[in-house]
């Protein structure tokens, strides 16, 4: 938590926007997650996550740097 609360403010609203422009795609981001989680196909969903957080929220990779 303090990862986000720690944050910068311009980090914040950068965070929150990312957030709010992923809310489209997110049904089906979540349902291959949840396919791949049920399935035990743990590679794939760490493909899917690396993918998704690097591609959208550069900001909070680099607060979690």
């Known amino acids: 938590m303090a990862v986000l609360a720690g944050a ?3 980090e914040q609203v950068a965070m ?3 957030t709010l422009d992923e809310i489209p795609t997110m049904p ?6 949840m396919h791949n989680w049920v399935t035990g196909e ?3 969903l760490a493909a899917l ?3 998704e ?3 959208t929220n550069s900001v909070f990779i680099d607060r979690l740097l």
């Not at 089906?28 to 997650?33: A, T």
């Open 8 to 10: 910068w403010d311009d």
């Open 16 to 18: 929150l926007m990312a």
């Open 28 to 33: 089906k981001l979540m349902g291959k997650l």
């Open 42 to 44: 743990p590679k794939h």
């Open 49 to 51: 996550l690396a993918a």
């Open 53 to 55: 957080i690097g591609e």
